[in-house]
């Protein structure tokens, strides 16, 4: 997976219409839609607003009353063949009197995208996991200094009759964590 370093926008004219094509990373669909909103106030009197937010559990899309299928599947395409994440891709649609047909309008909202783009600085996304383990309380600092040699971060701590850490770290480097911990702390290392 990748993400965007920045936004990028770049902008087309097809048969009188400008198409102006923007591409941000966000981090949720709250963030989105008030970037969406500054974009309408940003770009006032256009047709169309069309969008595609691409976002952990918060994905969705609008045609903002194009044809069906002709704004936000080829935007959403463009998006997914070049595998981002965490991205809002918006194309701004000033009607130019010229009717473009639905694969005219297909083409033009898929390039829009494509080209902003093109101009994007993409950098590579490493999946995360946030496993918890349970140990003893003697156990606690050994791996806490385990977890820091792995990179991993402590998210959450609970006691009780023992010690419950939530960390975040690298999907790739679980195996080799619990590997490492569980021989470290002679199998008193229970995930939860």
Same mark, same amino acid.
């Given at each position: 997976?990748?993400?965007?370093?920045?936004? %990028?926008?770049?902008?087309?004219?097809?048969?009188?219409?400008?198409?102006?094509?923007?591409?941000?990373? $966000?981090?949720?669909?709250?963030?989105?839609?008030?970037?969406?909103?500054?974009?309408?106030?940003?770009?006032?009197?256009?047709?169309?607003?069309?969008?595609?937010?691409?976002?952990?559990?918060?994905?969705?899309?609008?045609?903002?009353?194009?044809?069906?299928?002709?704004?936000? #599947?080829?935007?959403?395409? $463009?998006?997914?063949?070049?595998?981002?994440?965490?991205?809002?891709? %918006?194309?701004?649609?000033?009607?130019?009197?010229? #009717?473009?047909?639905?694969?005219?309008?297909?083409?033009?909202?898929?390039?829009? $995208?494509?080209?902003?783009? #093109?101009?994007?600085?993409?950098?590579?996304?490493?999946?995360?996991?946030?496993?918890?383990?349970?140990?003893?309380?003697?156990?606690?600092?050994?791996?806490?200094?385990?977890?820091?040699?792995?990179?991993?971060?402590?998210?959450?701590?609970?006691?009780?009759?023992?010690?419950?850490?939530?960390?975040?770290?690298?999907?790739?480097? %679980?195996?080799?964590?619990?590997?490492?911990?569980?021989?470290?702390?002679?199998?008193?290392?229970?995930?939860?």
């Amino acid at each position: 997976m990748y993400a965007l370093a920045a936004p %990028v926008e770049t902008e087309l004219e097809i048969k009188k219409s400008r198409f102006i094509g923007i591409v941000m990373p $966000v981090a949720s669909r709250e963030a989105a839609m008030r970037e969406l909103d500054a974009l309408r106030v940003r770009y006032p009197n256009a047709t169309h607003y069309c969008w595609v937010l691409l976002c952990e559990g918060a994905s969705g899309f609008d045609d903002d009353g194009e044809p069906g299928g002709t704004a936000a #599947k080829p935007m959403y395409n $463009v998006l997914m063949h070049k595998e981002l994440a965490n991205v809002l891709a %918006v194309v701004v649609r000033y009607y130019g009197g010229i #009717k473009l047909g639905a694969g005219g309008l297909t083409r033009a909202y898929g390039q829009a $995208v494509s080209e902003a783009l #093109k101009l994007a600085t993409l950098t590579a996304v490493e999946p995360m996991a946030e496993p918890s383990y349970r140990c003893s309380f003697a156990h606690e600092a050994p791996l806490r200094r385990i977890a820091e040699r792995h990179a991993a971060t402590v998210l959450d701590v609970s006691y009780d009759d023992g010690v419950t850490l939530r960390l975040s770290l690298k999907a790739r480097d %679980v195996d080799a964590f619990e590997a490492d911990a569980t021989e470290a702390l002679s199998g008193g290392l229970e995930r939860v």
